[in-house]
């Protein structure tokens, strides 16, 4: 009788310990100025980031499953939370802001893994890519900057110093980077960017020349039969002959993108 008595009230201290656990709010450093918390609601424990200096100050509400950072390996992304919901991720900042839309995504590959489908002028992957239902988002924190740059869904970008050449539906389209306009639509099979100032454009197996307001130009074809013969160079090596090379080629897939030596330029035809 008396060991039964025992097991009881350990029993009911073990329930009781349980149930102010749970129904207490719990903290979980960060490697950032933030706690991650863990409150109860609807019987369920979920997770979500406030200030470690002000716990009332909430930069993720807690609705998800989990939160994890993805500053060290594999990802080695500064500043970025992930949470996951219902076997999604959700990209958030250390500061609360919630990144691509609020789109959940199934898979994230960033710059650093050596991401598949972008690329750029300034050597290698600039974005990281996370794939939605609606196709893959691209996203990355400029040095020195508070703000992210997103794009997308698309399903390739070669991202240059004033335009972006990025495929959509399989076809190939032209944007001006500094506010995403439109220079032309995805409409072709191929492009290839030729020093920001005009473009080779190939539309049903054929190719022709625009400018950069989508006019027709007048190119002779032994330039553009040059830039298809050039070897398209590694991100290391575009970024090791910039100032020795006469012309440099980057691509992705069915885009490219040449530089020519402005020392030269004014000498040779482009």
């Not at 009332?56 to 949470?83: G, M, R, T």
């Not at 590959?109 to 972008?118: G, I």
């Not at 992210?148 to 869904?153: A, H, K, M, Q, R």
């Not at 970024?239 to 004014?266: C, D, G, H, M």
Request: glycine share 6%; proline share 3%; hydrophobic share 35%.
């Amino acid at each position: 009788m008396q060991a039964t008595k025992i097991f009881f009230s350990v029993l009911l201290g073990i329930l009781a310990f349980a149930m102010s656990s749970c129904s207490s709010t719990e903290y979980r450093p960060t490697d950032g100025d933030c706690k991650f918390v863990i409150k109860k609601v609807d019987g369920k424990r979920q997770w979500g980031m406030v200030d470690s200096r002000n716990m009332q100050v909430e930069y993720i509400p807690c609705q998800y499953d989990s939160i994890f950072s993805v500053y060290d390996a594999p990802y080695n992304i500064k500043d970025l939370f992930v949470a996951v919901k219902d076997g999604k991720m959700y990209a958030w900042t250390y500061r609360g802001k919630q990144l691509l839309g609020g789109k959940g995504f199934t898979s994230l590959v960033s710059s650093e893994q050596k991401a598949q489908h972008n690329k750029s002028v300034y050597g290698g992957a600039l974005f990281h890519e996370v794939q939605t239902s609606d196709g893959i988002m691209f996203f990355y924190l400029p040095l020195s900057e508070i703000d992210w740059v997103e794009f997308g869904p698309a399903e390739c970008i070669l991202w240059g110093n004033k335009t972006i050449l990025y495929k959509k539906n399989e076809k190939w389209g032209i944007l001006i980077r500094k506010n995403f306009s439109e220079i032309t639509p995805c409409i072709y099979e191929s492009v290839i960017n030729v020093g920001e100032t005009y473009f080779w454009v190939k539309k049903d197996g054929k190719w022709f020349a625009i400018d950069r307001d989508n006019k027709p130009i007048r190119k002779p074809t032994y330039l553009l039969d040059k830039y298809l013969k050039l070897q398209s160079m590694s991100g290391k090596q575009f970024q090791k002959e910039e100032n020795t090379a006469l012309f440099r080629k980057i691509s992705i897939e069915e885009a490219s993108y040449i530089t020519v030596n402005p020392w030269r330029a004014k000498y040779i035809s482009w």
